[in-house]
């Protein structure tokens, strides 16, 4: 073996860690809540799902659009669904739709109990025991949060907790300007956000 082979041989696995250092050291200084979905400007996949509270009725695709919305990816393992829980009944109450996909719980009855307990904020719950529809959405955990427009398009994708900095810097804008878009009237502590594309 000529010296050439035996230096590549060497340097071969120091090259492979400095790469492996480098992506790594790259990550500490990325924000995993402005992870960017290729879902973003596209339809939500078509999916068959059942409903939470009654297995024997399916929805598709179909439940998406018609309206803005809000799709909130949630689950009772998953303590920062609990911390977000309060403020997604808040939204609620202020008349957000929002379809609520439980991912992989570990069981129907669990994800019904904490519904029951901690109120729904949900107009549409679906059941993604194997986690499917998330997985053609890209998600990467729960909780995560997807702006949906009236055309069924994704316009923003939030991955962690929905509170009100989130709501107010991120998402309040784009999901009242769908609402404008699709004919629908604004809350009156909104309309800022909606006249000349609001001041954000």
């Known amino acids: 073996m000529n010296q050439k082979v035996k230096t590549t ?7 492979a860690f ?13 924000d995993p809540s402005k992870l ?6 596209r339809q939500v996949p078509s999916f068959e799902l059942p409903d939470l509270y009654t297995p024997d009725r399916t929805h598709n695709e179909s439940i998406i659009g018609g309206r803005p919305m809000l799709l909130n990816v949630w689950a009772t393992w998953c303590p ?5 829980h309060t403020f997604l009944n808040q939204l609620r ?7 609520g996909l439980n991912y992989k719980d570990d069981s129907r009855r669990a994800a019904v109990n904490w519904l ?8 549409i719950n679906l059941f993604d025991e194997t986690g499917m529809l998330a997985l053609d959405l890209g998600v990467y955990g729960a909780p995560e949060t997807y702006v949906i427009d ?3 398009v994704i316009l923003h994708r939030h991955v962690g907790d929905m509170n009100q900095r989130v709501w107010d810097t991120q998402v309040a804008q784009l999901y009242y300007q769908a609402r404008v878009a699709a004919g629908m009237d604004v809350p009156e502590q909104y309309q800022h956000l909606v006249v000349d594309g609001g001041s954000q």
């Open 18 to 30: 400095m790469g492996m250092a480098v992506f790594l050291y790259s990550g500490l200084f990325s």
């Open 150 to 152: 009236a055309d069924g």
């Open 93 to 99: 109450e202020e008349g957000v739709y929002i379809i």
């Open 116 to 123: 029951q307990e901690l109120d729904d904020p949900y107009q």
């Open 80 to 84: 920062t669904c609990y911390a977000e």
């Open 36 to 41: 960017e979905s290729a879902l973003v400007g």
């Open 9 to 15: 041989i060497f340097l071969l696995p120091l090259v």
